[in-house]
């Protein structure tokens, strides 16, 4: 059972967040092991914030020894403790809150590896000395920081203090210039956007806190870069292997709702990236500070999570120094599926497939690390160099398809029972042979296949040529460009796809709701939606004060065509700074009310009255926008804009 001792720091008054009592409920109802399955998949983000194994991420990987010691500070709710409890052998947890540190006991107290100090790392001090009673280690193999209460030297050299011979402190930290902070996120600790860019959040940059670390007495020093961030993390970078400008074909940044939010920061990181300014304002931090100079670094250099999958399809696949890659199941229900990879990568090999050569070795897959894009990244990188070539693409699909046609033994159209026209049936079909899991070689022109954990006996060819297909609406630089959206419909006629094509997506609906666990991430993607609303309000606020300008500029009095969100803001905007709205018009008329009321709303301007005074029309629907004003301009005898056309006006 998971010892709890209560210390003189601990601190009884603290209140907790609805939150935080929710989670408690949560705890006291059932045991750990069954903690998440009770909880709804519309979960509010505060509460998937201390539940969800996706905490588990910014460690999950790491390789922790079996047989070490942990120190985790600032547990918390005890999001990544269980965690630490798995991977060694004894693991001791600090958290002050007196009702935190409670529940971290109740949520883990099946563990017997566990205990929970309710106090601050000054009693940890005074439990450690020999005489102790409670059995503390003296000194620790691993201290665990996320998020710690000090940054400051002194703080820091405690903690070196606490450290085994060859101990490492693993600390994870927001960063001052986090991207999140540049697009207006505010401080969680003032409330003021642009906090931690000014320096008035207590946050640090990567250098102020490699000078602290570095001054504190610790050795060595070896960079992670969490991404989204160290509470959610998808994807973990490092000095030896950062991010190419696409990241991964998966990563989902997710934003929390701001009402300062001025920018969508997932649409900024290929900028950032391709800019080389990616290190100084990735959102956070994981240092992993050695005691010696001497002792190796972790050899991981780039860690992919999917924490958030169903317990089989759960995985950490993870790049080394030493030239290998691993996939380590997370969950012992995914060691099938790393049987399945390795014998579906051998059957492909013996067709002629060129599939990366697949080991088992406890519980992960070992690979050869291939130094290469892959075919989805090669592709876009051609977008962005203007080097697309559209024949060519055509081409290499061509060899998938018949990559896909020789990975397996095929019987006619319409066996089994299938649909006629999904065309052929494949004995073993393979959905993951798609660009996404395909390295490539321009230089050879050469294709080596990865991660084919899936396989679907007696399913038509059809399923994954489609999925190959797909790939191209699943990449922001694919949809922005208009050669790649109508490759799609070129490749579904030349392959005969067209009359089963919705079936198809269907299926492949069905596939990725299978693997992804969608629900998991609902309540990310929920507070994301609704940061993008705000940013969106944000961004139409600051253009209806460029066109108010405008228009005090050139006219006193002006009609209004749309009461949408673009309209809506602008008439409230001219309104303040003293135009005149001569009439408002709008198809929903009925439904709209504006505010203050303005004397005439018309559903058309046939409906104006033809004596109505007003020295200008500006339209301000985004759809169809220039259509209307071409309309209305046969109409009036007076300048006709749209709100576009007036936002592409130079500032004067």
Request: contains cysteine.
């Amino acid at each position: 059972m998971a010892e709890f001792i209560e210390t003189a720091g601990a601190d009884k008054s603290y209140e907790p967040t609805e939150a935080e009592i929710s989670v408690e409920t949560y705890i006291a109802a059932c045991s750990g092991a069954a903690f998440c399955a009770i909880l709804s998949n519309e979960i509010p983000f505060d509460i998937l914030f201390h539940v969800s194994d996706m905490r588990e991420s910014i460690l999950n990987w790491y390789p922790f020894d079996p047989a070490g010691a942990v120190l985790e500070l600032n547990a918390d709710m005890g999001a990544v403790t269980g965690l630490l409890c798995e991977r060694c052998a004894r693991v001791v947890s600090v958290e002050k809150k007196r009702f935190k540190a409670k529940a971290v006991a109740a949520r883990y107290g099946d563990k017997n590896n566990l205990t929970v100090i309710n106090g601050d790392i000054a009693d940890v001090l005074a439990i450690t000395e020999p005489s102790s009673a409670h059995a503390i280690p003296r000194a620790f193999d691993y201290i665990v920081a996320i998020d710690p209460e000090s940054l400051e030297p002194e703080y820091l050299r405690r903690l070196l203090g606490l450290l085994s011979p060859h101990g490492r402190l693993l600390l994870a930290a927001e960063n001052r210039f986090a991207l999140r902070y540049w697009c207006g996120k505010s401080s969680p600790k003032t409330g003021l956007p642009f906090a931690g860019p000014t320096g008035r959040d207590g946050l640090l940059s990567k250098e102020e806190l490699s000078a602290r670390l570095l001054a504190a007495g610790f050795a060595g020093l070896k960079w992670y870069y969490p991404l989204t961030d160290h509470l959610f993390a998808r994807e973990i970078y490092s000095e030896a292997m950062p991010p190419n400008r696409f990241l991964n074909s998966r990563f989902a940044p997710y934003i929390r709702p701001d009402q300062s939010l001025i920018m969508n920061e997932g649409e900024l990181y290929e900028d950032v990236i391709a800019g080389g300014a990616f290190k100084f304002m990735c959102n956070a931090y994981l240092a992993e500070a050695r005691k010696r100079a001497s002792d190796p670094a972790c050899d991981v250099d780039y860690a992919a999570l999917t924490t958030y999958r169903s317990a089989e399809n759960r995985f950490a696949t993870t790049v080394h120094s030493d030239g290998t890659a691993r996939k380590t199941a997370l969950r012992p229900e995914g060691m099938q599926r790393l049987e399945d990879m390795a014998k579906h990568h051998a059957a492909l090999r013996e067709r002629g497939i060129n599939a990366i050569p697949v080991t088992l070795s406890k519980n992960a897959a070992v690979m050869p690390r291939v130094r290469r894009e892959t075919l989805w990244d090669y592709w876009q990188t051609t977008l962005r160099a203007n080097k697309f070539d559209e024949e060519a693409v055509i081409r290499t699909f061509d060899r998938l398809r018949d990559v896909i046609m020789a990975s397996s033994e095929c019987e006619p159209p319409g066996a089994r029972g299938a649909d006629p026209r999904l065309g052929p049936i494949q004995k073993t079909a393979y959905p993951e042979l798609v660009p996404a899991n395909c390295f490539y070689d321009p230089e050879n022109d050469e294709f080596t296949f990865f991660d084919q954990e899936y396989a679907r006996e007696y399913c038509p060819a059809s399923v994954p040529l489609s999925r190959a297909l797909l790939s191209l609406r699943y990449s922001p630089v694919f949809l922005s460009d208009a050669r790649v959206s109508a490759l799609l419909p070129r490749l579904i006629e030349r392959y005969g796809l067209k009359d089963c094509w919705d079936l198809l997506e269907k299926t492949e609906d069905d596939f990725l709701r299978s693997v992804f666990n969608f629900e998991a991430t609902e309540a990310l993607e929920t507070e994301t939606a609704k940061a993008r609303a705000v940013i969106r309000m944000n961004m139409i606020e600051n253009e209806c004060k460029k066109i108010a300008v405008y228009v005090q500029n050139r006219w006193k009095r002006i009609g209004l065509y749309g009461y949408g969100k673009r309209g809506g803001r602008l008439y409230a905007r001219l309104r303040a700074e003293g135009t005149e709205i001569a009439f408002l018009i709008d198809r929903a008329a009925a439904n709209a009310a504006p505010e203050p009321a303005i004397p005439s709303i018309f559903e058309s301007l046939d409906a104006v009255p033809p004596n109505e005074v007003f020295e200008a029309v500006i339209v301000t629907p985004k759809a169809d926008g220039d259509a209307i004003a071409e309309d209305l301009r046969g109409m009036v005898n007076c300048p006709v804009a749209t709100f576009d056309e007036i936002l592409s006006q130079p500032v004067r």
